[in-house]
């Protein structure tokens, strides 16, 4: 990693995945900063940015495909249906 690209990186902001490369980022001269869950473990509480990562597993939303923006309004509520049914199915 060429470094020189991002003189003023110093401190990056990680989710917890990233923990545990906090040796790679010292020997680079970095000190990652581990960012906790908003929701601290708490299952049920809704995050805004949970959201876009679980509507990113539908494959018709990964990429922008519509031109209308009410069709694409349409498949993100059928991506959360899918994700609605599929935590109750779980539960159940």
Avoid: I
Avoid at 40 to 45: E, M, N, Q, Y
Avoid at 50 to 67: H, M, P, V
């Amino acid at each position: 990693m060429n470094l020189s690209l991002w003189p003023r990186v110093r401190e990056p902001f990680v989710d917890w995945g990233y923990r545990g490369l906090r040796g790679l980022a010292s020997s680079l001269g970095l000190e990652l900063e581990v960012v906790a869950r908003p929701y601290a473990g708490v299952r049920g509480v809704w995050v805004r940015e949970r959201t876009f990562a679980w509507l990113g597993r539908n494959r018709r939303l990964a990429k922008d495909y519509e031109a209308n923006p009410g069709a694409s309004e349409a498949w993100v509520y059928l991506g959360m249906l899918r994700l609605l049914v599929k935590r109750l199915a779980r539960a159940a």
